[in-house]
T-cell receptor
Framework: DADVTQTPRNRITKTGKRIMLECSQTKGHDRMYWYRQDPGLGLRLIYYSFDVKDINKGEISDGYSVSRQAQAKFSLSLESAIPNQTALYFC?????????????FGPGTRLTVL | QKEVEQNSGPLSVPEGAIASLNCTYSDRGSQSFFWYRQYSGKSPELIMFIYSNGDKEDGRFTAQLNKASQYVSLLIRDSQPSDSATYLCAVKRTAGKLIFGQGTTLQVKP
């Protein structure tokens, strides 16, 4: 079984709809991250969480919110989706104890906002 | 200026050649540097990390770091078609955040 899972894997929605992307991990890691990837722009950090009570904004948090329901679960919400939020979204985890902070990525969610 | 910059490519090399991927970063205080490989439609996976000046070798891969020049590179020796992917350079910032470059697409031609 995959260590970091994301649901759904693909989603097509309409402008103005509320969307939730979910991430679960079985690695036992404390730290979780949400990124979006757009062609030619690499990975950009949306939000990150270092434990259940810790939520931090990343580079591009406007239009997004997150919830850390448990150590293993971190959800990303788009309250009112807009077309420029069409992208590939990745969840990642890392171990607090990892000195070099390797991040492990989920398989991604491809979101299309029409 | 972007914090982490890479040439987006594509970089095309023949099979068996050395591929050289480059990355520059703007924060002189950066401590750790990472190379991720991402196949088309897949998630990134870590292939190398480096935090000391000089070279670090792992199989066919060598990471090179020059903090004075704020430059990190990845060499792939004996390139194979299976190495064709996008290579993402990432720099560790405070509190464990990674800042990624836009990635370089490598094409290894048989």
């Amino acid at each position: 079984d995959a260590d970091v899972t994301q649901t759904p894997r693909n989603r097509i929605t309409k402008t103005g709809k509320r969307i939730m992307l979910e991430c679960s991990q079985t690695k036992g890691h404390d730290r979780m991250y949400w990124y979006r990837q757009d062609p030619g722009l690499g990975l950009r950090l949306i939000y990150y969480s270092f434990d259940v009570k810790d939520i931090n904004k990343g580079e591009i948090s406007d239009g997004y919110s997150v919830s850390r329901q448990a150590q293993a679960k971190f959800s990303l919400s788009l309250e009112s989706a807009i077309p420029n939020q069409t992208a590939l979204y990745f969840c990642a985890t890392s171990d607090l104890a990892g000195g070099y902070n390797e991040q492990f990525f989920g398989p991604g969610t491809r979101l299309t906002v029409l | 200026q972007k914090e982490v910059e890479q040439n987006s490519g594509p970089l095309s090399v023949p099979e068996g050649a050395i591929a050289s991927l480059n990355c520059t970063y703007s924060d002189r205080g950066s401590q750790s540097f990472f190379w991720y490989r991402q196949y088309s439609g897949k998630s990134p996976e870590l292939i190398m990390f480096i935090y000391s000046n000089g070279d670090k070798e792992d199989g066919r891969f060598t990471a090179q770091l020059n903090k004075a020049s704020q430059y990190v590179s990845l060499l792939i020796r004996d390139s194979q078609p299976s190495d064709s992917a996008t290579y993402l350079c990432a720099v560790k910032r405070t509190a464990g955040k990674l800042i990624f470059g836009q990635g370089t697409t490598l094409q290894v031609k048989p």
